[in-house]
């Protein structure tokens, strides 16, 4: 028997991790839920080969690798577009950016280094950050596109 829960909007399923994209997570601009939708993927694909697949830091770092030239792009896009409609928070939301690729990379690494401690805090840091920072951070800029 598989053993879910569901804590508000994350969806864990044991043996089986998966982000869960719902309307709520929407910033109103296709491009860049597609680009979250996207996010969410590519952080199930990493946390399924953190949790499942031991002696397989080749196949992790290329997921790493994938997830962070991605992240890297859509932060890029997202901030140009904050330029364009004149975001007063621009500075602020890039700092979070910065913060959060700095925490990920840190982790990652002593991931790498073999502190066999950090997978799980790895693992949820990336899936938990995105969830907050989509629901907190992203919709202040919806709110002000819209407004």
Not at 74 to 96: L, Q, S
Request: net charge negative.
């Amino acid at each position: 028997m598989q053993m879910c829960w569901n804590f508000n909007v994350i969806n864990r399923c044991q043996g089986n991790v998966l982000m869960e994209w719902r309307t709520e997570f929407s910033v109103g601009d296709d491009k860049f839920d597609n680009d979250h939708k996207i996010i969410f993927g590519l952080v199930d694909e990493f946390k399924r080969i953190l949790s499942e697949s031991e002696n397989a830091h080749e196949m992790l770092e290329d997921s790493f690798d994938k997830l962070i030239d991605y992240i890297d792009e859509h932060f890029a896009r997202e901030e140009v577009f904050m330029k364009k409609i004149g975001y007063p928070n621009i500075v602020e939301h890039h700092g979070k950016h910065a913060e959060m690729e700095d925490k990920m990379r840190a982790l990652f690494t002593r991931y790498s280094e073999g502190d066999p401690t950090v997978s799980e805090a790895l693992g949820n840091f990336v899936e938990d950050w995105w969830y907050s920072h989509i629901l907190k951070e992203d919709m202040k800029y919806r709110e002000f596109a819209e407004g």
